[in-house]
C-alpha cells in the first residue's frame, strides 16, 4: 500500500475537496447528505484554514495525489470535557485499498499529540460494513448501535458508534 500522509488544505485543493462534497458521485452513498452551499469550504478555509479549536479538516494524500479528506468536531461529553468525532471521504478510486484505515490512524495519532481528548469516537450507518472493518482495523472498540441516528436519503437510519481512547494508541509508532 502507498504511504498516506495528512496535511493542511491549501488554497488550490479547494476545488477538488468542493467535488468530494457536492458532487453526489464523488461522496459515495454514505456520504451523501444533499447540496451544500457553493463555497462553504472556501469561506472557512479563508476564516480558518479548516483548522480551529472547534474542528478541523485535512487532505489524505499518497504521493501527492489527493486520496480525499478527513475531519473532526467537537462533542461535549460533559461540563468540562470533550471528545473528538472523526469521519474521513475518500475518492472513488482509492476506496477499498486500506486507505480509509490509514487515514483514520493517522487522524487518531495526530489528535491524540496535539489535543488533551481522552477519546475519539466514530459512527457509521449499520450497513456500511467496510468502514465498521476500517475502525476495527485502525484499533477502534465496536460500542453499540444508535437507533434511528442518521437521516441521509430520505430515511432515518441505524448507526454503529465506536471509539478509542488514548491509552489503546501507541503515538510512537507509524
Known sequence: MEELELRPVQEDDLAALERLINDPASAAPYNWWGWRKPGL???RWEETGLLGDEQGVMLVVAQQELVGFVSWHRVETGPRSHCWEIGVNLQ?????????????????????ANTQVNRIEAGTELTNVAEQRALEKAGFTR???????????????????YSILRAEVDLNSR
Not at 472513488?92 to 491524540?112: C, I, N, W
Not at 448501535?145 to 458508534?161: A, E, H
Open 143 to 161: 460500542e453499540g448501535v444508535l437507533r434511528g441516528y442518521g437521516f441521509r436519503n430520505g430515511q432515518w437510519r441505524d448507526c454503529v458508534l
Open 41 to 43: 469550504m472556501a469561506k
Open 92 to 112: 472513488p478510486d482509492s476506496r477499498g485499498r486500506g486507505h480509509g484505515t490509514e487515514a483514520q490512524r493517522l487522524l487518531v495519532r495526530y489528535l491524540f
